[in-house]
């Protein structure tokens, strides 16, 4: 089959791999019919990563059919049209039966990397490199999904594909950054990144009961999007100074909730030389992550306030401003989405009409062209949201 594989920093290939097989017995084999580009893609493909091994197929935001199932696995059948969760749960142990499904104990099978790097190993995901596992992403024409049961769900007919692939990732991701704010009526919420997971925090926020949302970012038709599809207010970082407008918009007190889907590769908008700081520091490897949002926020947030941060985080930062989250008695919240727990409600969501993530897709391209995809998503070029491949 076609697969799109890592090769290199920026160096994509479109190559022919062998097709995936049952390995056990609640295996399942996917057709991919449609597969996404994510923001996280982006620091695999630039060298953040530092799993990664020639040859590994990327991507983890997709839908597709069923054509093949191990003799274990008992809700899907062959012919259903899935979406599957890009973080991979087991379904038995004791974090995925709290619904805590991005903790699994089981599903990656490579934990010495995380265990060092963190104390404790989490769940595998698909396309992610070795650390989460080493699973095979979805830019392919097939796909080999472990615990089906418990990753795959079955589209309901009224969803289109365009509206459903995002629900593997994109969507409950950003609903799960609204959902740790602990949103309550009247709050006001402040979203860093208005790419896909900022614009599904957005949407998701106001339903769940945000008065106002302000969306922040400095890509033009990122900020058009956040007006006038996730019904946003708007900052753009490169000509104003964030703090001073939050708390200008807020009577000086700040947001109630500030929500992080920038994530490692942040830019510092307000400040040239924390940028080049972070840059440098980064280049060398003194730091792997880039804070620059992570400081902005502690810094805006009101006092008592709460962090919801999803952007994706993989290392150490620096000139991180604890003394100002501690005094200010902030909440953190973070974490991989726990998608599993939220499929059903997103698709009642959609049926009913209150959220519709098909805005997200303004590129279809064949499978050959996806270093191309990948290339233009980076460059935030043609007003690119996602790009989206049918191989």
């Not at 919420?189 to 925090?201: E, K, L, N, S, T």
């Not at 290392?315 to 599993?340: E, V, Y």
């Amino acid at each position: 089959m076609r697969a799109l594989c890592w090769n290199g920093v920026n160096d994509l290939r479109v190559e022919r791999v062998p097709d995936p097989t049952i390995l056990g017995p609640q295996d399942a084999i996917i057709k991919v019919s449609l597969s996404s580009v994510c923001g996280s893609d982006l620091h695999l493909i630039g060298g953040y990563v530092p799993t990664m091994r020639a040859g590994d197929i990327i991507g983890h935001e997709f839908l597709g059919e069923v054509v093949e199932k191990g003799p274990e696995v008992t809700r899907l059948n062959r012919g259903d049209r899935v979406i599957t969760v890009s973080i991979i749960g087991c379904g038995k142990c004791w974090h995925c039966e709290h619904e805590e499904f991005s903790l699994c104990d089981n599903s990656n099978p490579q934990p010495a990397f995380e265990e060092a790097a963190y104390g404790h190993c989490t769940a595998g995901i698909f396309g992610y490199s070795h650390a989460f596992g080493g699973y095979a992403g979805s830019h392919a024409e097939y796909i080999r999904v472990p615990f089906a049961d418990t990753n795959c769900f079955r589209v309901p007919e009224g969803v289109t594909d365009e509206q459903a692939v995002f629900v593997s990732d994109a969507v409950p991701t950003g609903y799960m950054a609204a959902d740790m704010g602990n949103i309550k009526p009247g709050d006001v919420v402040a979203v860093w990144g208005c790419g896909g997971v900022g614009q599904m925090a957005m949407k998701s926020a106001f339903l769940m009961g945000a008065e106002r949302v302000i969306g922040i970012d400095r890509v033009p038709d990122r900020l058009r999007a956040a007006q006038m599809k996730a019904g946003a207010e708007t900052l753009d970082y490169s000509r104003v100074d964030i703090y001073d407008a939050l708390l200008a918009m807020t009577g000086g007190r700040g947001p109630d909730v500030c929500i992080d889907a920038v994530g490692m590769e942040a830019d510092s908008g307000a400040s040239a030389i924390e940028d080049l700081y972070d840059r440098g520091k980064q280049a060398l490897r003194l730091e792997s992550d880039r804070p620059a949002v992570l400081r902005q926020m502690i810094q805006c947030c009101r006092k008592g306030g709460t962090l919801s941060i999803v952007g994706v985080y993989g290392g150490l930062l620096d000139k991180f401003p604890m003394g100002a989250a501690m005094n200010k008695a902030l909440t953190f919240r973070m974490g991989q989405q726990h998608g599993q727990r939220y499929v059903k409600r997103l698709f009642e969501h959609i049926e009913k009409g209150d959220l519709d993530p098909a805005y997200l897709l303004t590129h279809k391209w064949a499978l050959d062209d996806a270093p191309q995809g990948y290339r233009m998503f980076k460059e935030k070029a043609d007003d690119c949201m996602r790009v989206v491949f049918a191989p």
